[in-house]
Nanobody, 123 residues
Framework: QVQLVESGGGLVQAGGSLRLSCTAS????????MGWFRQPPGKEREFVAG???????TYRTNSVDGRFTLVRDNANTLTLQMNSLKPEDTAVYYC?????????????????WGQGTQVTVSS
């Protein structure tokens, strides 16, 4: 069956860095968008960054632009490099594979989800 597995979360001090990885198995996602979402404590899940089938990267408005870098390593592997982390970046981070080619910010445009990895940024 299809599985998306995230890794790389953890505890880091403000200003530090983490690299999240996502590996999909069970089928190829060549030709499909992939992305990262996050859910801060007590809040709804939100789009962080995504890449379309043509590897065009998109970012959430301002809050991570310039700090987070998304790389589509291959059809089934996605990396999110997070630098200059802030306490407000604390969240469970989820990898997702889209239903189509685009990197949508809408959750319902994604068909497959990982279990999530916790990122905690201390002040």
């Amino acid at each position: 069956q299809v599985q998306l597995v995230e890794s790389g979360g953890g505890l880091v001090q403000a200003g530090g860095s983490l690299r999240l990885s996502c590996t999909a198995s069970g089928r190829t996602f060549r030709g499909y968008g992939m992305g990262w979402f996050r859910q801060p404590p007590g809040k709804e899940r939100e789009f962080v960054a995504g890449t379309s089938a043509t590897t065009y990267n998109t970012y959430r408005t301002n809050s991570v632009d310039g700090r987070f870098t998304l790389v589509r390593d291959n059809a089934n592997t996605l990396t999110l490099q997070m630098n200059s982390l802030k306490p407000e970046d604390t969240a469970v981070y989820y990898c997702a594979a889209a239903r189509g080619r685009s990197a949508s910010s809408r959750e319902d445009e994604y068909a497959y989800w990982g279990q999530g990895t916790q990122v905690t940024v201390s002040s």
